[in-house]
Structure formats: structure tokens, C-alpha cells
């Protein structure tokens, strides 16, 4: 699917977060600039969250609870270590089944194996302007868009 600026960027996060439910997990794979953090806005705002989404690169993550479902962001771009990676990522999969949120993660690839069910988004820079998405649910069935 073509994006051509951030309002459509925004509008295809409000139109995933409709699928999503509690204890979902997103993937978000896309090069730096590509627009995963605003992805990430655009699902917050499907789901009713009032704070300000931001990048969590340097927190590793961000909780969000004021929605029809809390949204856990983790950023994983920092660790490079397999096992740190691993070890964020089991405490805040632990945390997003106790408060039944959405777990979205950007920069997944070291941890993405030890994932069964997930949603991925791929993220990439369109020739001239804009972004392409590719968007597989967790049966790969690709029938979302």
C-alpha cells in the first residue's frame, strides 16, 4: 500500500488499531525517518489515547493508558545485545498481558523469533515521495488491506 504524507500515515494507524485487541503485538520494521513513530500515532489516536506519542529510542519504552485499550511502545533500536533485547522485551510482553494491551515494537528483528503471533508492518521509502506498507496480520493471511 502507497502513503503519501502523514495525514494518510495517521489515518492507516487509525484504521489497524480497529483490529487490534488487548495483548496484540506489532512489529514495526522500516529504515530511520520512515514514519513508524507517527504510524504509532495514528494507532493511539484509534484508540482514544490523549498523550503525546512520542519516539521511546532512548526510554526503550513508553506506557499509555488513558485509551479504550492501553498501548505499550518499545523501541529496541539501541540494543544490539540478543539477550538485552530478549529481556525487554519478556517484562514488557509480561506487563502488556497483565494490563491486556497492545504491545507495538519498533526495530523487532533481534526478538522477532521468539514471537508467535504478531502483526507486521514493513515500512520502506517510495522512489520519489511518500512510503510503501506492507501489513501482515498474525495468520498471514494478509487480508487487512
Known amino acids: 500500500m502507497f502513503v503519501e504524507n502523514l495525514k494518510e500515515t495517521l489515518n492507516l494507524g487509525k484504521k489497524l488499531s480497529q483490529e487490534l485487541n488487548p495483548q496484540s503485538i506489532v512489529l514495526l520494521q522500516g529504515p530511520?525517518?520512515?514514519g513508524k513513530t507517527s504510524f504509532v500515532?495514528?494507532?493511539?489516536?484509534?484508540?482514544?489515547?490523549?498523550e503525546d506519542i512520542t519516539s521511546p529510542t532512548f526510554a526503550l519504552s513508553h506506557h499509555y493508558n488513558s485509551g479504550?485499550?492501553?498501548l505499550i511502545h518499545l523501541d529496541l533500536y539501541r540494543l544490539k545485545n540478543i539477550s538485552s533485547a530478549r529481556e525487554v522485551f519478556f517484562s514488557e510482553e509480561?506487563?502488556?498481558?497483565q494490563?491486556?494491551?497492545?504491545?507495538?515494537?519498533?526495530w523487532p528483528?533481534?526478538?522477532?523469533?521468539?514471537?508467535d503471533n504478531f502483526w507486521k508492518i514493513e515500512i520502506s521509502y517510495a522512489k520519489n515521495y511518500g512510503?510503501?506498507?506492507k501489513i501482515r496480520d498474525p495468520k498471514n493471511l494478509l487480508t487487512f488491506l
Request: charged share 25%; hydrophobic share 45%; glycine share 8%.
Open 32 to 34: 530511520i525517518g520512515a
Open 41 to 50: 500515532q495514528g494507532i493511539a489516536e484509534g484508540l482514544s489515547i490523549s
Open 68 to 70: 479504550k485499550i492501553p
Open 94 to 97: 509480561e506487563e502488556s498481558i
Open 99 to 106: 494490563k491486556q494491551a497492545i504491545l507495538i515494537i519498533e
Open 109 to 115: 528483528e533481534l526478538i522477532e523469533p521468539v514471537i
Open 131 to 133: 512510503r510503501h506498507y
